[in-house]
Structures are given as C-alpha cells and as structure tokens.
C-alpha cells in the first residue's frame, strides 16, 4: 500500500537561511506524490504536486520538490525561508485502491526564528 | 468560485447526540473525501466518493455515515457521537483519479 513517512516532527530555521522538509514514500511503481502546507486554524494549501515527468518540481511561494525513485524520496526545499513560512507541511500520496484519496504523513511543524 | 465549503465551522455535541456535516464544491469535480485530523496523527481518511451515489469506507470509517445523492455535495454523519470523535474534519474534492484535491476550511469538532 502506498504510505508516506516524515521522519522530522519538528523543524527550526532561521529566517533567510535555506529548507529542506524529508519525505519518504513507499510504493512500487510511480507514485502521485503532493507537498501540503497547513496555517494555523486553517485549511490545506497545495505547494505542489509530482505525477510524473521532470523528477524536479517547482510550487508556489518559492518551494520546489525532486523525486528521488533511487531513494524513495520526495524532499521539499526553499533556498530561503521567509517567517511568513512558518506553518505545518505534509507530505502526501495518492492511494490507486481508495479513489485516489490522499494518504498523509504526519507531518513536520516548520518554526521561523528572527 | 468559492471552492469547497463545509458547514458549520464549529459544532460542540454532547455524546450521543447526532449531527451532519456539509461539504459543497462549485467545481464539478466527481471525487470527495472526508478526512479527520488529530495532532501527531496527520490526516486519515473517512469516507470517500467517486462519483454522484456512490460511497466508499477509508480507513477509519466506524461511527460515520456518508451520503451524495447531488454531484456537488458529500454529507458525513455522525449518528451517536462519541468522544473519541472529536476532531477537525476536512472535505476535500478532486476533479479526477490521481489530481490535487481541493480542500475545505474545516470543521472543528467537539465532543463531550
């Protein structure tokens, strides 16, 4: 079954400096593979998506994703972190035997730091 | 277009009471989801539909009830409420196996 794994519950930056949030998925052929991002008390944002093609991705607000199938990775980077960044980010995969439905990880709390 | 949209916003039950939740889409997509989220736990899915009249169990479907009978809503009750239910409840849609879902603003569940 598709699954994803975010190893980091927690992650502190400093504003300005670079990002990198890990993701891991398990599935065996090419996986739909989704980057979310969480406001408190608010709903889920697409940053991007990865259904199949160039292995590196580009979304919204400066984020970009690479597709690693020799790692099983699906890590999401920002060369620099704006404070407005801090939020929750989940790591999601579309699963074939639930219409699609997306299966999260657990996401990782980003923390921004003067 | 406003999206997805979910009624109420917030809603304290006492247990055992009932109540339905309400998610509407205006982007004619045939695929819905309910999904539940609880801290540490990232979010699981309830219930889902790929179509207008069809439902589907997800992966923690005990204590719900899902109904579309129209294409642009997806209804998720809960008959006896229990505590362990309370949560924040997301309805998400997509237009078609494999695309982004759009998500809703939530509705944030208590239970007592």
């Known amino acids: 079954a598709q699954s994803v794994t975010q190893p980091d519950i927690h992650i502190t930056v400093s504003e300005g400096a670079s990002l990198e949030l890990r993701c891991n998925y398990s599935?065996?052929?090419?996986?739909?593979l989704f980057w979310y991002v969480q406001s408190p008390g608010q709903g889920l944002q697409l940053l991007l998506k990865?259904?199949?093609?160039?292995?590196l991705v580009q979304g919204i607000k400066g984020f970009e994703a690479e597709f690693k199938r020799s790692q099983s990775s699906f890590n999401l980077r920002k060369p620099s972190v704006h404070w407005s960044d801090a939020a929750e980010y989940f790591c999601?995969?579309?699963?074939?035997?639930?219409?699609?439905?997306?299966?999260f990880g657990k996401g990782t709390s980003l923390l921004v730091t003067p | 277009n406003a999206g997805v949209t979910q009624t109420p916003k917030f809603r304290v039950l006492k247990t055992g009471q009932s109540m339905t939740l309400l998610c509407a889409q205006d982007?004619?997509?045939?695929?819905m989801y309910w999904y539940r989220q609880d801290p540490g736990m990232g979010l699981r899915l309830i219930h889902y539909?790929?179509?207008?009249?069809?439902?589907a169990k997800g992966e923690v479907p005990d204590g719900y009830n899902v109904s579309r009978l129209k294409k642009q809503n997806f209804l998720l009750g809960l008959e006896s409420a229990a505590p362990s239910q309370t949560s924040v409840y997301f309805c998400?849609?997509?237009?078609?196996?494999?695309?982004?879902?759009?998500f809703g603003p939530g509705t944030r569940l208590t239970v007592l």
């Open positions: 998400a849609s997509s237009r078609d196996r494999g695309w982004e879902q759009f």
């Open positions: 599935y065996g052929a090419t996986p739909y």
């Open positions: 990865y259904f199949s093609g160039d292995t």
């Open positions: 999601a995969v579309g699963k074939e035997d639930s219409g699609y439905a997306l299966n």
């Open positions: 982007m004619n997509h045939e695929y």
């Open positions: 539909s790929v179509g207008e009249g069809t439902t």
